[in-house]
């Protein structure tokens, strides 16, 4: 979260803050072995206005808020230092590392050169090469980089940042290997599974910091979110009322992450609210309110927040997919739909996320808007059973099975779904319908149409009911529908149509297919219409009931 910054944390004048030198007081260096940052920070600023200052006091100061996660005053403390006559060259190295964290990265690149060359210097440097998306700086500061635990620390995150996870891994690793005390590796690794959606894993290799450290920010705001990925937002949200419980003072130092991710375990509760000012702040902030726009309909909004975003990520990627793909059927809009595919097979055909979950789902979301359904079968069948319960998985699985004409096992998928805004979808009317019809049912696609207010949806229903209910030689619901249609709109059409269900009716009838009773309801269907055809129709439809003794 806090190397994601995009945007700066402060306006107006430059930010600031990092490590120090020095001896403090006995006192100041047990609060800083118990990691009590707000405790050493009282005690400093209490001898500061005594009048008591211990050795590089003010470093120390420094050095806390920066730990603290409180940048701008350590800001203040390093732009005081560096004004100084006697002010030591290193001190404005901290001052730029602190401008970085504050997401001031032009300002830090400028002070940093101010600062006599060091291995901090290097490395913050590269971090800024990094930034600026500058590749022949950022390989010239990497062949800089030392074979010390620093250095490599700082190539492992920027691995990390570039989605080099398994080589961040590596790094972690080897320096544990050397450094068994340096428990806080453990958490990186544990970050870095999290990234390859191994959250057991990441679960176990945490569980290893929090025995020690267990009221770390960082390390139980990782356990919520492994939490909500193995199980749900509220085992995730539990986990944070513990950290919010410890009240550790380390809780400052990542507040703005925690207020994200509650918002995410809550379902979207809350998200104008926190998520708006966070956008550039925390990069997934952006995406998670591009997809609250998207659950809330608003895909304008969405597309707004994204048509400018250069996609590095895979979800990213993703993200936008699906907001062209919404805007496209929004607005009937071809070249956003082909945008959509593009970026879908982009994800699922790269070696990385061809065997995942989502790379299998953008496939079959690609092939889905090729209208290509047998293939989107192949890769929905291969994770089905990741997704039982899933209704938006089950409502496309049900689509693409009735596509290729599988309606039995269409209308089993699409009656799992037990969402009411998915089950009050046209689309999802329409599909059923014809999954009913299809599967000799057509009373039940009739129920869903008188089931539905009039609307332009309602008219579309009937129609689908009353053409595929004919050609299925299903002529009793066809011949109904038809004749509501013709009274909606009187045209020749409906009427052609009513009267060739209505003659299909008497054909089934005489195959003894139908029940003779049935021809009571036809003649009233028929007499709502005032074409001349009508009355030869009836008198022949008459005759034979009087032949047949059929009760009319």
Not at 64 to 77: I, N
Not at 98 to 109: I, M, P, R, V
Not at 197 to 222: F, G, K
Not at 272 to 286: G, K, N, S
Request: hydrophobic share 40%; glycine share 4%; net charge neutral.
């Amino acid at each position: 979260m806090i190397l994601s910054r995009v945007k700066p944390a402060i306006g107006g004048e430059t930010p600031v803050t990092k490590k120090t030198k020095g001896k403090g007081s006995s006192l100041v260096e047990d609060y800083l072995t118990q990691r009590d940052y707000v405790g050493a920070i009282t005690l400093l600023e209490f001898q500061r206005s005594i009048g008591e200052r211990g050795e590089d006091a003010d470093l120390w100061l420094a050095y806390c808020a920066f730990h603290l996660g409180d940048y701008k005053r350590a800001m203040q403390e390093y732009k005081a230092l560096t004004e100084k006559p006697d002010c030591h060259p290193d001190i404005w190295v901290y001052l730029a590392c602190t401008l970085f964290f504050l997401g001031f990265y032009k300002e830090a690149q400028e002070v940093a050169s101010k600062a006599s060359k060091s291995q901090l210097q290097n490395r913050l440097l590269f971090h800024l090469a990094h930034k600026f998306n500058d590749e022949k700086k950022l390989m010239g500061f990497h062949q800089k980089l030392e074979d010390m635990t620093e250095d490599q620390l700082s190539l492992a995150s920027i691995h990390y940042m570039r989605s080099h996870y398994q080589e961040a891994i590596d790094i972690y690793k080897r320096i544990l290997l050397q450094n068994r005390d340096f428990l806080a590796l453990n958490v990186y690794v544990a970050l870095c599974y999290y990234k390859l959606d191994y959250y057991d894993v990441s679960q176990e290799v945490l569980a290893v910091y929090l025995q020690t450290v267990p009221d770390s920010t960082i390390a139980l705001n990782l356990k919520a979110c492994n939490h909500f990925r193995l199980f749900n937002g509220k085992a995730a949200e539990a986990e944070l009322k513990n950290l919010t419980d410890i009240s550790s003072s380390s809780f400052e130092f990542a507040k703005e992450l925690i207020r994200h991710n509650l918002v995410v375990f809550r379902n979207g509760e809350g998200a104008m609210q926190v998520l708006p000012p966070l956008v550039d702040v925390i990069v997934e902030a952006r995406l998670n309110l591009v997809i609250y726009y998207l659950r809330q309909d608003d895909v304008q909004e969405a597309y707004n927040l994204t048509k400018d975003m250069e996609p590095t990520q895979p979800q990213e990627y993703i993200l936008k997919g699906v907001v062209h793909a919404a805007l496209g059927q929004e607005v009937g809009s071809r070249d956003h739909l082909k945008i959509a595919q593009q970026f879908f097979q982009l994800v699922g055909g790269s070696a990385s996320e061809c065997d995942t979950i989502p790379g299998r789902q953008c496939m079959a979301s690609c092939f889905f808007l090729l209208r290509q359904f047998e293939d989107v079968l192949i890769y929905l069948n291969s994770i089905k059973s990741y997704f039982y319960n899933d209704d938006t998985f089950n409502f496309n699985y049900g689509q693409a099975k009735a596509a290729v004409g599988n309606f039995k096992e269409a209308e089993e998928i699409f009656l799992l779904i037990q969402s009411e805004k998915i089950k009050n979808d046209f689309v999802y009317l329409s599909w059923l319908a014809r999954c009913y019809i299809m599967n000799q049912r057509p009373r039940l696609a009739w129920e869903l149409y008188l089931k539905m207010e009039t609307s332009a949806d309602s008219v579309n229903l009937l129609q689908l009911i009353a053409n595929d209910c004919y050609k299925m030689g299903q002529f009793y619901y066809a011949a109904k529908a038809f004749d509501v249609l013709e009274r909606l709109d009187p045209s020749p059409e409906f009427w052609e149509g009513k009267r060739g269900a209505c003659v299909g009716i008497f054909q089934l009838i005489l195959a003894g297919r139908q029940p003779r009773e049935t021809l009571r309801e036809v003649l009233p269907l028929l007499r709502n219409t005032g074409n001349p055809q009508v009355e030869y129709i009836v008198r022949i439809l008459k005759k034979w009931a009087k032949d047949n003794r059929v009760s009319l």
